[in-house]
Structure formats: C-alpha cells, structure tokens
C-alpha cells in the first residue's frame, strides 16, 4: 500500500462525502434491483435442484481435515495444489486468484484461474470437467505474465485477466486448450493495477477495477465486434465521476497507455475508490467490492446510477496481532463480512463474496444489505479467499486459498470443490 499524495487525499474526503450523500437511498432499494435478476452468464443452462445457493446457509460445522468449515448437508474437496502435479501432467499454478467458468459443447466446463506470482511468473490455469463433473484435463493458457489477479468472463467465450502492479494491463485469454488465437495483451482496456472485469452483453461495454487506494471505476466502449482488433483498437477508456445525485457521469481517459503519467494524475476530477476488487454482473446491475473500506457498490447501468449496497463496518478496537488471533478463537458465525474482494453470482440471484483477510469467508450478501458466511477456513493463517465460481448448473462451487495452511505463495495455494453430500 502506498501513501496517498495530496490529491488522492483531497478525493478521499470528497468521497466520504459522498458516501454519506448515497447511503440513504439503500432502504427500499433491492425490491427494485432485484426484481428481475438473473445469473446472464448462463441463460442457456437450466439451474439444477442441487444448486448450492441463499438456502444452505445455516450454523457452520467444525473444520474439516483441511480447515473448511460448512453448513449442513455440503462437503469440500481438494482438487488442485499449488507446485502440485494434477494426473493430466501441469502443475497447478502457485498463488491462485480470481477465477470463472465456462461451458463446453460436450456439457462440461472449464474452471479458469489466475496466477497472483510476481516477477514474471505469474498467469492463467485451467481445469476441465466432463458432464459428470469429473475432472479430465489441466493446462495452462498464460505464462511470463505478472500478478495476475482477478479479471472476469466475456460474452463471446474468453477471460480477461488483469495483471495488478503499475504497470499492469489486461490479457484476453481462450479457456480452451491449444487456441492459437491466444493469449493477447489488450493495452487499451488501459496501464494501472488492474483487478477485475466484468461485461456487459447488452452492448459489451468492459467494466473494471482498479486495485489501490484512490482507485478508479472505468469502463471501455468497444469501437467494434468481439473478436476484431476493431474492438480494441476503435474503442474508448472512460473513468467514472459520480456527482452528488448519484448519477455517474463518464470522462474520456487522454492517454489509457499512461506514458507520461498514471491515469489517475491524468483525471484529478473523477471519483476515487479506496482499492476496488472484485466484480460481478447481474442483467443491468454490476457490483463491485472496495476493499480497504469494507464495502460492496451497486452500479445500475440502466439508470446510470451508483448506489452503496453493502456497508461493513470494521471493529473500532485497534488490530494488533494478537487482537487478530484471538478472534478465531471466538464464536463468530454471525460475524460482519471485512475487507471484500472477489465475488460471484448465485443461482437463486444472491451475490457471493470472498474475504481478502479477516476471518477467511465466502459470504452471501443478502437482499437487505446482510451478510452470512456460506463457508469459512480455519487455520488459514495467512492466506485469503479467492476465485469463487460455480458450475454452469450451480451444483458445483470452486474457489481456492491462495497460499493455503502453509501460506506459501509458491506451493501453499488448495483450490476446493463444493458440493453436496451424497
């Protein structure tokens, strides 16, 4: 984390600001937002009756033999480790981070998952499911690529993969073995700490986020169709300025490569976000987390409006070491969810959140602003949550510690599988 400049420090206090203006239009908010939802990434799939969702919360049992903590009546299993080799001959990727899913045309899937390495080491894995959820294939899609951390599906079948240091871009990558149309950088989705992605497919506008403190929300309008280098080449980087009607005005980002200077030096008037994270997209709705100040955004994209849907308030009391572990020794299903990050969408429409630390969750947020832990991991010391994805159908939830027991970056991370118990 670095010290804010006095800009960043001028644009914090007009947020807060600002966030006081928004707060109150949450009450009687979610009927409306909620009206119509769906999970648009999979239309075409029919949600199955084992769909993990809102009704399998309920008190978390004891940990498992790997520290996964669930409800009744789901189980956890390893399916991949970090430094590890799978039966199909790639070694799952150390540091796993964002992730989705794909359908295949054989009625499989295909889980896709970032590589947060540095140093050039890190990229992008895959794991390939048949119909019957069994896992027959592993292989990697990038390589030499650096921090890798979330990123986000498209409409036409690809994933964008945000690299998170100043420097970093997006590279567009295909979850299929062996595509040699890819991998592609896509400088014009702009340079800065990138984190996730998200599309719209009504008309493939790339939302995305941007990973430090006085951050921005940008967009980019395609200059062209999905899979034309008219696309990228034509298009337009746009960060959000969001007035005090809440309604989100849209500026032209000069330079999106940031030779002379980072965007956010370039746009001292657009709105700042202290670490945006992870995202998700419902039709017409995109959420998306903020880190650093334990909240979760809801941007309306029909009524270009922002509103603030999830407000976690942090405990007062200092955070030492010690204060830190001794609440895992405490009773805390009931817990408020901190320091969001990725998240996903489930089948009966609720949003699925992933702790960056606290006490490592994957938690529901609920139509009222609530949030519940779905899972919890203990003894996960210093690692975080990430990557959570389900199976086209909802029967299947992936999602890993990225550096696991061991907190290793190299060979601690454990990707899990959720399922029901048979």
């Not at 204060?323 to 817990?335: A, D, P, R, Y």
Request: proline share 5%.
């Amino acid at each position: 984390m670095t010290k804010k400049n006095r800009r960043q420090f001028i644009k914090g206090l007009t947020f807060s600001y600002l966030s006081l203006v928004v707060s109150p239009y949450i009450i009687g908010l979610d009927s409306r937002i909620f009206a119509s939802t769906t999970d648009s990434s999979n239309k075409d799939i029919h949600k199955s009756s084992k769909a993990i969702g809102s009704a399998d919360l309920g008190p978390l049992n004891g940990p498992d033999k790997n520290g996964v903590m669930l409800p009744d009546g789901l189980e956890a299993r390893i399916i991949a480790h970090s430094g590890k080799e799978l039966n199909h001959g790639y070694f799952w990727h150390g540091s796993p981070d964002g992730a989705g899913v794909f359908s295949s045309d054989d009625g499989g899937w295909v889980y896709v998952s970032n590589s947060e390495l540095p140093n050039s080491q890190g990229g992008v894995g895959a794991l390939k499911f048949n119909k019957n959820g069994e896992l027959i294939d592993a292989y990697s899609l990038l390589t030499g690529s650096e921090r890798n951390c979330s990123g986000g599906t498209t409409p036409w079948g690809t994933w964008l993969s945000g690299e998170e240091y100043s420097r970093g871009l997006i590279w567009e990558v295909s979850p299929e073995r062996g595509d040699t149309n890819y991998p592609k950088k896509r400088p014009e989705l702009g340079i800065f700490i990138h984190e996730a992605a998200v599309v719209d497919p009504e008309n493939n506008y790339i939302y995305m986020t941007n990973d430090e403190p006085a951050g921005l929300f940008y967009r980019f309008i395609p200059g062209g169709e999905p899979r034309t280098e008219s696309f990228y080449s034509q298009g337009n980087l746009q960060a959000a300025k969001v007035e005090k009607n809440n309604i989100v005005s849209w500026i032209n980002v000069p330079d999106p490569y940031a030779k002379d200077s980072p965007i956010t030096d370039q746009l001292p008037e657009a709105t700042s976000f202290e670490r945006g994270e992870g995202m998700t997209f419902f039709e017409g709705n995109i959420f998306f987390s903020t880190t650093k100040d334990h909240r979760v955004w809801l941007y309306n994209t029909k009524n270009n409006e922002l509103f603030l849907f999830y407000d976690g308030l942090r405990s007062k009391e200092k955070i030492t070491a010690i204060n830190w572990l001794k609440s895992w020794k405490k009773e805390v299903q009931n817990k408020i969810l901190n320091d969001p990050d990725d998240m996903t969408v489930t089948k009966d429409g609720h949003v699925l959140v992933a702790e960056d630390s606290d006490n490592m969750e994957l938690c529901l947020l609920g139509k009222d602003g609530s949030a519940k832990p779905l899972l919890r991991l203990d003894g996960h010391w210093f690692s975080e949550v990430t990557g959570p994805a389900f199976s086209p159908d909802g029967s299947c939830l992936y999602f890993s510690s990225q550096r696991g027991i061991s907190g290793s970056r190299r060979k601690g991370g454990m990707t899990f599988e959720v399922r029901r118990k048979v």
